[in-house]
């Protein structure tokens, strides 16, 4: 009886070996005991929140232990602090509140994130000899730190009022769906839809059912499997492999990264539904991009929308002329790739598609219309072809571990190629091939197929969709890693 209770707590405790995550068992029980509680509340707004608010925080807490507590702390200081800025009438002073709200969330997300990057550069420089602290980054303080500046700012602009409840901000902000992982959300969006009366359609449930099943096959059965069989020891180690190989290996991260994340946006968008609430969608098709700006349009929307709106516009926009606009876009993108992560990697990956997205600025006013004979399926074709295969040369430096792994794959793809070295690869590696096939075919399908197919569906038995999901577990299974590979974005 005892060894059963001590496996029962330990089931509920904190275990940094097995973080709950969309795809883990344990986060099916959670959600089953969570729906049924919900529903019982599910027309009494304060209740429901309240009761959403805490398992939200159980559920972070399960993912990163006593970080739970970050979460909570960013939450009473940014409500203080926007309460005040719009009972403010003195503008500097509201001005001043915004600067120490903006400070202490950067403050925080730059300690974990970055003091051992910093301490590197100084005792490399030679002006230190600090031991780096080997600090354990928790899980999420990047999105809901943007989420809680924008917030702020929101307020500071006057283009939304504060919540006057602290329940509903901290419902807003630990709001379990999104808080590991994001979408990022605008409280513009979300808050709103924080009261208003339970309603949950049969159109809601069935996109939710789509968006949770979609998301599951991108992360685990395409992005998890390329990952393992492939994607994984070639970057590890480039040097054991030859060009045709590591080439197979970056079209394949190329997958890995969008099924991994927009997998699990899907997934949180999904489960959102279920509840009544609705998140935008984070990923729209973004190697069907015909240029790396419309590409920025597509990938990563809510991160892409935030730099814009919080960063890029009060830099100056495009409003200053186009040598300053062109900087601007560099700026934004170069602290969008070390937002990413403290490694040299992710800067020269933001300044990289800086300089493309200026770039594109000059083409579109100088040199586009200089083409206008072409046929337009051929100037799409090439435009998507083009900026696929820069955002894949982009991605070797994502995902390098150093600048020197990346500039060695790089040398093997133009070096180590030969026809009998991509009919030893495609020999070797042809259920990989033939998954990452899959994966782009998946890609391909039209973002509003799903809405058209659920609008001409009659109303489905909740038993179809139990039907559903019990084979897709099935599937799943077949394909589950033995060791559970953590989604990407779970490291920024």
Known sequence: MNSFIESIVNQLVYNPDEPILFNSGF????????????????????????LFSIFSLYFFYKACGYYVLLVIIAAVVDFIISNIIYKTHQKHIKKLWLIGSIVINL?????????????????????????????????????YTFENISYTIDVYRGSFKPVKRFGDYLFFLSFFPKLIMGPIVRAADFIPQIHKPFHLTEQQVAKGAYLIASGLIKKVIISDYINANLVQYVFDDPMRYSGVEILLAVYGYALVIYCDFS?????????????????????????????????????????SSWLRDYLYIPLGGNREGKLRQHLNLFITMLLGGLWHGANFTFVLWGALHGIALAADKVWNKYFKNNFAFLPNWFKQ?????????????????????TLNNALVMLNQIISNQSIILWEHALEGYLPVVWMMLFGFIIHAIPDNLADRVIQKINRISVWVYVLVFCLLLIVLIQFKSATPILPIYLQF
């Open 27 to 50: 986060f099916l029980y959670f959600l089953l005991v969570f729906v049924f509680v919900f529903w019982v509340f599910r027309n009494h707004s304060k209740i429901r929140t309240t």
């Open 107 to 143: 403050s925080l997300l730059f300690y974990f994130k970055y003091t051992d990057f910093f301490i590197a550069i100084s005792n490399d420089l030679g002006f230190t000899k600090i031991s780096p602290l080997n600090l354990l980054l928790p899980i999420g303080i990047s999105f």
């Open 263 to 303: 997998g699990y946006s899907d997934m949180a968008i999904g489960i959102a539904k279920w509840f009544g609430y609705d998140i935008n969608i984070n990923f729209l098709s973004p190697y069907q991009s015909k240029s790396i700006t419309e590409f920025w349009r597509r990938w990563h929307i809510s991160l």
């Open 381 to 401: 074709g090439l435009g998507i072809l083009i900026t696929f295969h820069f955002v894949c040369f982009c991605w070797v430096f994502f995902r390098a571990d």
